[in-house]
């Protein structure tokens, strides 16, 4: 069984629901609805499936009571998306053209603040308590921050540390988010819900770390964007600090990691020296650690369909090609 058989079936075929429900949540506004529907045929599902899995993980509630935060997370993920293309000037996500390119930076930005608001009207309109709010609050807090830091430091080697809290703060609070959210939905007890959150913390770390590899190596068709693009729009990621720590052509690297333009021919150069290193093991070994990390804190508890879509989860963070 993959893993969206398991969730399907640990969640009593939630998905579905899902996609319907997303659709009407942007469904209201003819022209919304005609900009993001394109960009909503793409995309994982990953925040949404975690809250969801977590909140059905000991009994299956009704899906009135866990899908509008469900779509909520989708659409706070998508505003992110959107704000970020306009931030990095993409033309292409989800494999297809972005708000920006088709619409305009100024129309783009509107389109992502409707849906960032409409994820709280879902929220507001469906009595999810302050908690829920506050947890919401503070993880879109955390991805301006974390955006923050990296659009404030371009062109500028990081440090591992430096790294870790850009990751974590861009990507595992987002994730480890949905995963308490749900526990929270669920009344799950004080440690269960420490458990899945740190469940869900490891997840992001490696997720993070296999995009960023995957934004060298991946396959374009199937990532939907173009190779090299973190590099091309100055943002120092993991395999690039590994190479120049390890690598002979370092100077070079460095030089054109820092130089402020990074070219077609400069990304074909970077993805030629960090392939020469162990860079692309290393990453892997990272991400496969945080991955294991996220294992062992799954609570015992939890139901089996439920502990098998996790643990799928977990699998396919590393191994994905998108
Ligand atoms: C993609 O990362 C982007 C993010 C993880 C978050 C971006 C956050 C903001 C722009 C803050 C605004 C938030 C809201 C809710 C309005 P990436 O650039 O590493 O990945 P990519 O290669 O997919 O673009
Ligand atoms: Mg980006």
């Known amino acids: 069984m993959n893993f969206v058989a398991a969730l399907n079936e640990a969640t009593s075929k939630n998905l579905f629901v899902l996609e319907e429900q997303i659709r009407q949540a942007i469904a209201e506004d003819p022209f919304i609805y005609e900009a993001c529907a394109p960009l909503f045929k793409g995309g994982k599902r990953l925040r949404p499936m975690l809250f969801l899995l977590c909140a059905n993980s000991q009994k299956n509630f ?7 935060l469900a779509v909520a997370l989708e659409l706070i993920h998508t505003a992110s ?18 708000a920006n390119s088709k619409y305009g930076a100024q129309i783009a930005v509107l389109i992502g603040d409707y849906l960032f608001a409409k994820a709280f009207q879902l929220v507001a309109e469906n009595n999810y308590g302050v908690a829920v709010t506050t947890i919401l609050s503070k993880l879109v807090k955390n991805l301006c921050v974390g955006e923050i830091m990296q659009d404030r430091s371009l062109y500028e080697i990081p440090t591992l540390a430096e790294y870790y809290t850009r990751i974590n703060l861009k990507t595992a609070i987002f994730l480890s988010s949905c995963c308490q959210l749900g526990a929270i939905v669920a009344q799950m007890d004080k440690r269960e819900v420490e458990n899945l959150t740190a469940y869900g913390t490891g997840l992001g770390l490696a997720f993070q770390i296999i995009d960023d590899l995957l934004d060298f190596f991946g396959d374009e068709k199937i990532t939907g964007k173009p190779n090299g693009g973190d590099l091309k729009s100055g943002v120092i990621t993991l395999p690039v600090i590994r190479a120049l720590e390890i690598s002979e052509e370092s100077p070079a690297l460095k030089k054109l990691v820092t130089s402020g333009a990074v070219t077609n021919s400069d990304i074909d150069t970077a993805i030629k020296i960090i392939r020469n290193t162990d860079a692309v093991d290393y990453c892997r070994t990272r991400a496969e650690a945080h991955i294991e990390s996220a294992r062992v804190n799954l609570p015992i508890t939890l139901k089996t369909s439920v502990a098998l879509a996790l643990d799928q989860i977990a699998d396919f963070i590393v191994d994905r090609t998108r």
């Open 62 to 68: 009704p899906s009135e009571k866990t899908m509008p």
């Open 81 to 98: 998306l959107v704000h970020d293309d306009i931030i990095d000037t993409s033309k292409k996500r989800r494999g297809v053209e972005t």
